[in-house]
């Protein structure tokens, strides 16, 4: 099983360029999420969605935008990047379930470097 | 706002020696508690989880959390820690919004266990 797919590992961007993260998960889960982590802040959440073409926005929303046209894809875009976005970027997906008891899955992480 | 605390940055430890990393929660209602693990360059990893039922959960790798209501806490413990052992902590809180359920992380605990 491939399970949670990031692409790419690796990115340096210049300032106000623009790029997507693209997050593949082949279990089909309903919950995707997107995190962002930088140290001693934890992780902290981008964006989820709940279902296919369905998407909320988390504790840092602000300059990302996101998509889910097809249930197994979740993408995160930056329009415009800042230095302020370098970061490494998690993706997550789980079982949707009436209660909150399920763990999540994660990608192995994209090491993102705004110049 | 549902959310976890871990109060340490660094927990060093020798190895066979009982290792205990510590979380605290607020909640409104029941809490879903998790631990996760993170090794260098990789993804986050599921531990183990508390939802009901027995305070002391055993997980993966020998290690084993205790749910105290009354501390509101969810500490993490291994009887012998290994070298191998050494790698990022995180603790955190499942809980349900209007839009699904969202995970909340602390801000994480680096484990070194020397031999």
């Known amino acids: 099983n491939a399970g949670v797919t990031q692409t790419p590992k690796f990115r340096v961007l210049k300032t106000g360029q623009s790029m997507t993260l693209l997050c593949a998960q082949d279990?089909?889960?309903?919950?995707m999420y997107w995190y962002r982590q930088d140290p001693g802040m934890g992780l902290r959440l981008i964006h989820y969605s709940v279902g296919e073409g369905t998407t909320a926005k988390g504790e840092v929303p602000d300059g990302y935008n996101v998509s889910r046209l097809k249930k197994q894809n979740f993408l995160l875009g930056l329009e415009s990047a800042a230095p302020s976005q370098t970061s490494v970027y998690f993706c997550?997906?789980?079982?949707?379930?009436?209660?909150?008891?399920?763990?999540?899955?994660f990608g192995q992480g994209t090491r993102l470097t705004v110049v | 706002a549902q959310s976890v605390a871990q109060p340490e940055d660094q927990v060093n430890v020798a190895e066979g020696n009982p290792l205990t990393v510590k979380c605290t929660y607020s909640?409104?209602?029941?809490?879903?508690l998790f631990w996760y693990v993170q090794y260098p360059n990789r993804g986050l990893q599921f531990l183990l989880k508390y939802i009901t039922g027995d305070n002391l959960v055993k997980g993966s790798y020998g290690f084993e959390a205790e749910f105290n209501k009354s501390q509101t806490s969810f500490h993490l413990k291994k009887p012998s820690a290994l070298v191998s052992d050494s790698a990022l902590y995180f603790c955190a809180v499942r809980w349900i919004t209007g839009g699904g359920n969202k995970l909340t992380f602390g801000t994480g605990t680096q484990l070194k266990v020397e031999l």
């Open positions: 279990m089909n889960h309903e919950y």
């Open positions: 997550a997906s789980s079982y949707r379930t009436m209660k909150a008891d399920t763990e999540a899955f």
């Open positions: 909640v409104s209602g029941n809490p879903y």
